[in-house]
């Protein structure tokens, strides 16, 4: 065994969701050693099982990377510490040995009691206030000088989903991204998903890429805005402007979406979309003015969905619903996501949490939207290109489950199985 060394304990259905080998693993890629100390199979299928082992390398820092990768498979260090904390030295700045944090639920010891991380999300801190006993997650640029940042791996305890114990579409790292799944099938336990989360007021997000429009998939949408299946939608100026364009000329990028052909100067049409939401004063002005009266954007502000349409530096225009501050974009998508809404939506849902998300035809907001969901939201990934809804997953977002499709087949499919 090498120098360094501490002891680990695993519980729950760690071998049927493979987290026990997946731990032995990671131990030998990071070039440490596991000593099996005890373990306790579980002789029923609601039975958990419980394994206690050491774990040594050859240097302090390659176990602390150790640790820190065992913890976030639920790892939980034997030691009886509490959580170590350093103030911020800075305002948007971190200390040293700063804990990372994953979108599982996640707890730290606090004067020998476990207390529940608050805002769970993935690549965030943990800031603690001693005097409330309290911990949450918070993104490094909101970090406060001062503020207690919780550091090392001591005193953490992360709580990843166990495997379910019966079948489920969305169960524990149950998908894997292929071409070739039977996707009528998929599609109609995402709509039973859907009905059963709307009946109980739960709130549904829609990720939104132009390729909607494009493939002439928007009608689709729209109808499930709609029907109430949607109640809050992320985009950018791409999604919004062709969708106007759309509803106002009947065509996306100067095509006619009708029959596919091009049209004369067609080019410009969605400048001419822009600049009639820009007279007029925005989306919700271009409806209440009847400018605008159909489409995706139509329906989202008729149904008081939360709507956030983060900007990027190729946008034209932009339209000016649209967010071009990064930084306020994402905490606007943040507070949608965990229901303390900082849109101008009144929908009585605003005040709920994400619950399930969709994320069709985009990749930049897909990661973006996957980084601030918790492990609990049930995710579902469409694109055309497999790498799209690969990279997702690479990216954290695991308990996504990817079906690769085109956009419009998919939507038409859905559409059909919610029956609007």
């Known amino acids: 065994m090498n120098g360094y060394s501490e002891e680990i304990t695993l519980e729950g259905h760690i071998i049927d969701s493979g987290i026990l080998s997946k731990v032995w693993g990671t131990v030998m890629d990071l070039g440490g050693e596991f000593d099996l100390q005890e373990i306790r199979v579980g002789r029923s299928k609601n039975e958990t099982s419980f394994a206690r082992m050491k774990i040594s390398a050859a240097s302090d820092a390659q176990l602390r990377r150790i640790l820190g990768a065992l913890q976030d498979d639920g790892a939980e260090i034997v030691s009886r510490g509490n959580v170590r904390t350093e103030p911020a030295p800075m305002d948007g700045a971190l200390p040293d040995d700063f804990y990372s944090t994953t979108h599982f639920p996640t707890q730290v010891r606090l004067d020998g009691r476990w207390v529940d991380v608050s805002r769970t999300e993935m ?111 992320f985009g950018g100026n791409a999604i919004a402007t ?121 990749m930049l907001h897909s990661i973006a939207t996957g980084n601030m969901l918790p492990a609990s939201v049930k995710v579902v990934a469409v694109d055309i290109n497999p790498a799209v809804v690969t990279k997702l997953a690479d990216r954290g977002t695991f308990q996504a489950l990817g079906l690769v499709t085109d956009a419009e087949l998919f939507m038409r499919e859905l559409a059909e199985a919610l029956q609007v």
């Open 123 to 233: 690549d965030l801190v943990i800031v603690v206030d001693r005097a409330q006993s309290a911990a949450r997650m918070v993104p490094m640029a909101d970090v406060r000088q001062g503020e207690l940042v919780v550091v090392g791996h001591e005193g953490i305890r992360v709580l990843p989903p166990q495997r379910s114990r019966s079948r489920e579409l969305f169960s524990f790292m149950g998908s894997e991204v292929s071409s070739e799944k039977p996707k009528q099938l998929v599609i109609e336990e995402i709509a039973a998903q859907m009905r059963e989360t709307r009946t109980h007021d739960g709130k549904i997000l829609v990720v939104a890429g132009p390729a909607i429009v494009h493939s002439g998939a928007g009608p689709y949408l729209a109808r499930l805005i709609r029907a109430g299946f949607v109640q809050a939608l």
């Open 242 to 362: 062709h969708d106007v364009e759309s509803a106002l000329l009947g065509t996306s990028l100067g095509v006619a979406l009708h029959n596919g052909e091009a049209v004369e100067g067609g080019h410009r049409h969605h400048m001419i979309a822009i600049n009639k939401i820009r007279r007029a004063g925005g989306l919700r002005a271009a409806v209440e003015q009847g400018i605008l009266h159909e489409g995706i954007m139509y329906e989202c502000i008729r149904r008081n969905a939360e709507l956030v349409l983060a900007g990027s530096v190729r946008d034209d225009g932009p339209l000016p619903d649209v967010i071009t501050d990064v930084i306020e974009a994402q905490k606007r998508m943040r507070a949608v996501v965990q229901g303390k809404s900082a849109s101008d939506s009144t929908s009585p849902r605003a005040g709920a949490p994400v619950e399930m998300a969709l994320m069709i035809a985009t």
